[in-house]
C-alpha cells in the first residue's frame, strides 16, 4: 500500500532563523564519530508510487495489490499512469492489471479538493456501454462501498477474480452496470411510478451522467435527479452552503 503523508523533522535538525544555520544533534554524539546524518526532502510523486503498484499487479496476479490515496484528489498527479496503462493498458497490450485504487471520496464538508476523487471521470474511462448491458469484461470495476461489508467483500471478489458484484438499491456498484440485479429488484415493486437518483456530489460530477442514460436505455426508466447542483469546483468549501446542500439532498430524496 502505498498514500501520501508527512514527516516530521522536529529534534532532528535545528535550523538557525537568523543565518539559516544548520545543526543536527545526532552528528555530535562524540568525537569519534564515523557515521552521520544527513536529510533531505525527496519528491513525493503519486505517479511514481501508482506506476510502481501497477507493476508488482503485472508481474504477479496473486497479489492484492492496494494504492491507498490520502483524500480522493491525490489520483491527479498520477494521471499519466491512469489514463495509458491502469483503464487501457489491457486493451493495447493484453496486460491485465488487478490493481485496487482506494479513492477516499464524500462530502464531509471539507474543502474543495479534498471532497471528491472525480467519480465521474473514472466511469468516462470505462468501456462499459449505454445501450447494452455490459459483460465481466469491463477495463475497469468501479464500486463505491457505503459499509464495511461492502468494502470486505469488493477486496475479497478482487483476490478470487469474481467479476461481477452484488448490486443493493444503494448502487454501490456502478461499472459493470448491474443490469441485471436492478432489472430483479424492480420487478418487486411493480407499483412503482416514480425512480430517483440521489448522490451527493453536484450534477455534472459523479454517477449521475454515467447512470441516467443507462436506466434509460435498458430499464426503460427516466430517472428524477437530486444532488447538488452544476459547480465547476468539487465542493463548495463554505460550511453554511455545505449544511443547506446537505439538507436540500435529504429532502428532495427522503420526502416528508
Known amino acids: 500500500m502505498c498514500g501520501r503523508g508527512t514527516f516530521s523533522h522536529r529534534h532532528a535538525m535545528l535550523v538557525d532563523q537568523s543565518t539559516d544555520e544548520m545543526f543536527v544533534p545526532l552528528n555530535t554524539i562524540s568525537e569519534q564519530q564515523k557515521a552521520f546524518l544527513e536529510i533531505v526532502n525527496s519528491p513525493l510523486s503519486e505517479e511514481a508510487c501508482l506506476g510502481f503498484e501497477y507493476g508488482m499487479s503485472v508481474e504477479n496476479p496473486n497479489h492484492l495489490i492496494i494504492w491507498e490515496a490520502q483524500f480522493g484528489d491525490f489520483f491527479n498527479g498520477a494521471q499519466i499512469i491512469i489514463d495509458t496503462f491502469i483503464s487501457s493498458g489491457e486493451a493495447k497490450w493484453l496486460m491485465q492489471s488487478d490493481l485496487v485504487m482506494l479513492l477516499p471520496h464524500g462530502y464531509d464538508g471539507a474543502g474543495p479538493e479534498h471532497s471528491s476523487c472525480r467519480l465521474e471521470r473514472f466511469l468516462q474511462l470505462t468501456d462499459s456501454k449505454e445501450d447494452a448491458p455490459d459483460g465481466d469484461s469491463v477495463n ?54 416514480e425512480f430517483i437518483w440521489s448522490q451527493e456530489e453536484h450534477r455534472n460530477m459523479g454517477a449521475w451522467s454515467f447512470v441516467a442514460p443507462r436506466f434509460e436505455n435498458l430499464l426503460g426508466i427516466k430517472l428524477k435527479y437530486v444532488g447538488r447542483k452544476v459547480l465547476a469546483a468539487p465542493a463548495v468549501g463554505i460550511g453554511k452552503i455545505h449544511q443547506q446542500e446537505v439538507t436540500d439532498i435529504l429532502n428532495g430524496t427522503l420526502p416528508k
Open 140 to 193: 475497469m470495476h468501479i464500486v463505491n462501498p457505503t459499509t464495511p461489508a461492502q468494502y470486505f467483500h469488493s477486496l475479497r471478489q478482487q483476490v478470487t477474480m469474481r467479476r461481477v458484484l452484488v448490486a443493493h438499491c444503494a448502487c454501490q456498484s456502478l461499472c459493470p452496470f448491474p443490469y441485471e440485479f436492478i432489472r430483479q429488484e424492480l420487478q418487486k415493486f411493480p407499483e412503482v411510478k
